[in-house]
Nanobody, 119 residues
Framework: QVQLAESGGGLVQAGGSLRLSCAAS????????MGWFRQAPGKEREFVAR????????YYANSVKGRFTISRDNAKNTVYLQMDSLKPEDTADYYC????????????WGQGTQVTVSS
């Protein structure tokens, strides 16, 4: 089992930045891919970014590419999402997720952290 706890959400003006953190516990971080998803009010949850166990492979949704950066510190069992040039449409609940790298399903989810971007 993997427990995930997000932090770092809040209210920011458009053009500003936030850094989200997700701390993992419960088992070894080894071989675990990590990802961020978000869900805006009235919309379905959508993929934002993911990072491989080594950190060498990252993927981003087109809507955040060039503005968001995912990274991880395996010594701290923590993954980060640096969000720059934020837009009002980035407003959502952001969720951290984890899966085994050879698995297609995101098996573990955090409780989410709210991000609000004002115009």
């Amino acid at each position: 089992q993997v427990q995930l706890a997000e932090s770092g959400g809040g209210l920011v003006q458009a053009g500003g930045s936030l850094r989200l953190s997700c701390a993992a516990s419960g088992r070894t971080f080894s071989g675990i891919s990590m990802g961020w998803f978000r869900q805006a009010p009235g919309k379905e949850r959508e993929f934002v970014a993911r990072i491989s166990w080594s950190g060498g492979i990252t993927y981003y949704a087109n809507s955040v590419k060039g503005r968001f950066t995912i990274s991880r510190d395996n010594a701290k069992n923590t993954v980060y999402l640096q969000m720059d040039s934020l837009k009002p449409e980035d407003t959502a609940d952001y969720y951290c997720a984890a899966k085994l790298e050879n698995n297609n399903n995101w098996s573990y989810w955090g409780q989410g952290t709210q991000v609000t971007v004002s115009s």
